[in-house]
């Protein structure tokens, strides 16, 4: 028997191994052509604390968080609990632990089929090194009907920097755990075609960074941004680059200007905290028009707030977080391979029009793993024609974009400066000046022309739902449930949220009734962006739900369900 997904829980303490347990089995699973999502969820601490491997197998490609789990395995339950809401277990469903007596009265409320094994006492019969992870990755692997010679030689590999020893644990455990007699099954999904990519977000952001042409990468680390940093340093260096650990977000954006100053396409990423810190040099970057790209890796706010758990609550000082009239780009990938094109957009945007580019991903996309096929590439944009005869660098062009110089350029006068200033870059503080400026980085931004990528939009029907990032497979999930019910809908999902595209999402929402603004947050930001950006000549509702715990379609149908009948 099949069916369309299979979720699965695993918990444990931090340093237990169990991110490792998720990392492998999916690895495992898309060698046999198979789909799915790998969610990671931590707790806040620096060290130690809960940890969560949490996978949805499927067969499709459009992935949410499951809304319940059909199985679990728990190393110990104090972690499991600390996970509340963000584990909801499935009737019926099968839980892997150790003791009986030991399980929570809220799990065995869904009658679950309880697998009870000594899992510590069979890890260490295996080898004496040996893991209960390793051991639970052998469980579940015959659970799902992987081979043990598939998982032993995907953990050889991972663990080829630990002793031969260690390594041989590691088998030894798998081995045990795959050869246990298990009397429950599963029914899984139908695998699909091989050749997939294995990816997270954060991966794909760089990646695509990397393909648009960057090539100085400055950073200070902060979750849930700190792997795109990690990932991008070996193919950087490969491809003549560099990448710098700035002593802090002050000195990383800094460092970028720099670099974007002398020639240099230049990339950081940061999460909430960071990006406050960095506004005041975002604005040197646009008063001089100068091009860099900025990833913000959004988490729970305000302050420290939840860092390992995902919200989309940055929106409103990525838009308006600059001082002064800073017009810039602001944009967001919808989900994990839309990370690789997105992001090399930005890029490229960014680079011909010589302002700040902000990416708005989040740690749901970020820090999650996905098997996908080949990501969607960006193609290079056409140079941007410029209308310079003599060389001044802030010239008063018909699109906004003058010429740039280099430090170094024969004949040209290298200028890059951040107090108001006339054509030539000379320091102005005369009206007219300061006007005209004003109205060139504004112009430059309005008057291009970005093409279908500013949204993906889908479906008909009166009923439209918007929203933005890493909220759109939730939203289209909402619309399938709500296509089951008969109620046809359409969803509009925005890529390019600064400059807003007013009259292509006027002409998308033609026809509706009533639109819903969907996003996670507490304080319905893309909602009162939308509100004051545009005029809408139907009612429009928001649904803004706060993290930690996931966007989900069901939730999304019962608030509108809810309002309805109110």
């Not at 839980?95 to 399980?103: H, I, K, L, P, R």
């Not at 990816?199 to 979750?223: C, D, H, K, M, W």
């Not at 945007?349 to 302002?355: E, I, K, P, S």
């Amino acid at each position: 028997m099949t069916q369309t997904e299979l979720s699965v829980a695993i918990t444990g303490a931090g340093g237990a191994g169990v991110i490792s347990v998720g990392e492998l089995l999916l690895q495992a699973w898309a060698r046999e052509g198979g789909r799915g999502l790998l969610r990671k969820a931590f707790g806040p601490q620096i060290r130690g604390g809960e940890s969560a491997a949490l996978l949805k197998l499927t067969e499709s490609e459009r992935y949410t968080a499951a809304s319940s789990y059909q199985v679990l395995l728990a190393f110990d339950w104090n972690n499991y609990s600390r996970f509340g809401d963000e584990i909801k277990l499935a009737p019926g469903c099968i839980v892997f632990c150790e003791e009986a007596a030991e399980v929570p009265a809220e799990v065995m409320a869904v009658k679950p089929d309880l697998v009870c094994l000594p899992m510590k006492q069979l890890a260490a019969q295996a080898h004496e090194e040996g893991r209960v992870n390793m051991l639970a990755l052998g469980l579940l692997g015959q659970l799902l009907g992987l081979s043990e010679a598939s998982l032993s030689e995907l953990a050889t590999q991972k663990l080829a920097h630990k002793p031969l020893a260690y390594q041989q644990a590691a088998q030894a455990c798998i081995a045990a755990g795959t050869g246990y007699g298990l009397s429950c099954d599963v029914p899984v999904p139908v695998p699909g075609a091989k050749g997939c990519w294995y990816i997270s977000g954060n991966q794909a952001a760089g990646l695509g960074a990397l393909e648009a042409g960057i090539r100085f990468v400055a950073a200070y680390p902060i979750t849930p941004a700190s792997d795109v940093l990690e990932w991008m340093a070996s193919p950087l260096e490969q491809l003549g680059g560099n990448l710098v650990q700035a002593e802090d977000e002050l000195a990383a954006v800094n460092m970028i200007i720099g670099a974007a100053f002398g020639g240099v396409p230049a990339f950081t990423a940061t999460s909430g905290p960071g990006l406050a810190l960095m506004t005041e040099s975002l604005g040197l970057a646009v008063a001089s028009e100068t091009p860099i790209t900025v990833l913000n890796v959004m988490r729970g706010g305000p302050s420290t707030g939840i860092p390992t758990k995902s919200e989309q609550s940055d929106l409103n000082i990525a838009l308006h977080g600059l001082h002064g009239d800073a017009p810039h780009l602001v944009l967001a990938p919808l989900d994990i391979a839309d990370c690789v094109y997105t992001s090399a957009w930005a890029v490229q945007l960014a680079q011909q029009l010589q302002t700040v580019a902000i990416v708005l991903s989040d740690q749901f996309i970020g820090q999650s793993t996905a098997v996908i096929s080949e990501p969607q590439r960006c193609a290079a944009l056409e140079a941007a024609a410029t209308e310079d005869n003599d060389y001044l660098r802030y010239r008063l062009t018909e699109s906004g974009i003058s010429t740039m110089a280099t430090p170094g350029d024969a004949g040209l006068r290298y200028t890059a400066d951040g107090l108001e200033h006339n054509e030539a870059g000379t320091p102005s503080a005369r009206d007219d000046d300061h006007q005209r400026q004003l109205h060139k980085r504004e112009h430059k931004l309005s008057a291009c022309s970005y093409g279908d990528a500013w949204a993906r939009a889908e479906g008909d029907g009166e009923l439209a739902m918007v929203c933005f990032g890493s909220a759109s497979a939730a939203l289209c999930e909402a619309a399938e449930l709500l296509a089951e019910q008969g109620v046809a809908a359409r969803t509009v999902s925005l890529r390019l949220l600064a400059p807003l595209q007013v009259e292509r999402l006027q002409a998308a929402l033609a026809g509706c009734s009533s639109v819903w603004v969907i996003e996670q947050n507490h304080g319905a930001q893309l909602y009162h962006y939308l509100r004051g950006q545009m005029d809408f000549a139907m009612p429009v509702h928001s649904y803004a739900r706060a993290g930690p715990v996931p966007l989900s379609g069901a939730a999304i149908v019962a608030a509108m369900k809810e309002a309805t009948a109110a």
